[in-house]
């Protein structure tokens, strides 16, 4: 495991490794941030925001690259960000322009399998559920449908859940609980 120094952007909803999120880049420091990630490399974390607590985010975060961008009608900055790697905040502070900073530490993601006939459901689901609201899977050119951590990751980012329990899934080693919750979840509203 290796500390990381990142800019953290906090946001309603997580991006997980290989999941993907349009943005939108208004403040100066943010401005800063994004632009310091193209040119040199400097880390950004997208995290899920917390209003209460000693820091302005919930501690398991994910680092992410820069892998689209295009100026809105209103200036702001749109950027498209992928996600690469879990990472746990251990404590932020923040810039003089305001930009929340943090250090972290880099955890394990979680390992990738086949779904498995039990699971099979939760791969079309998410097929259906993009077919439905395209604005969800508009970004994946060619989604992983077999893929059980691909899918578990998917589902946490989209599913209405509250935080801490996003948090907890996101916590474990592996998507073993993740899919269990979705199923359960899924076959309690068929």
């Known amino acids: 495991m290796k500390r990381i120094e990142a800019a953290l952007l906090p946001i309603d909803d997580p991006v997980l490794p290989e999941g993907r999120k349009e943005l939108r880049i208004v403040t100066p420091g943010q ?31 994910t680092l992410v690259d820069v892998v689209d961008f295009f100026q809105l009608d209103d200036d702001a900055l749109s950027v498209v960000v992928e996600g690469r790697q879990r990472v746990r905040v251990l404590n932020t502070w923040a810039a ?24 099979s459901v939760l ?11 395209p ?33 907890r899934l996101m916590g474990q080693p592996d998507c073993g609980k993740t899919m269990q919750y979705v199923l359960s979840l899924i076959l309690s509203h068929q």
Request: hydrophobic residues 40%; aromatic residues 10%.
């Open 123 to 133: 791969g079309e689901a998410l097929r259906r559920l993009y077919e439905a609201q």
């Open 31 to 61: 401005l800063r941030m994004v632009a310091a990630s193209l040119k040199d490399g400097s880390s950004l974390a997208v995290c899920m925001s917390r209003e209460e607590g000693d820091m302005p985010c919930y501690p398991i975060a």
């Open 135 to 167: 604005e969800l899977g508009h970004l994946y050119h060619d989604p992983h449908l077999e893929d059980a951590s691909w899918v578990s990751q998917r589902w946490l980012e989209v599913l209405p859940l509250v935080e801490q329990e996003k948090q």
């Open 96 to 119: 003089p322009d305001g930009v929340w900073m943090g250090e972290t530490l880099t955890m394990t993601n979680w390992p990738s399998f086949p779904l498995d006939n039990n699971f």
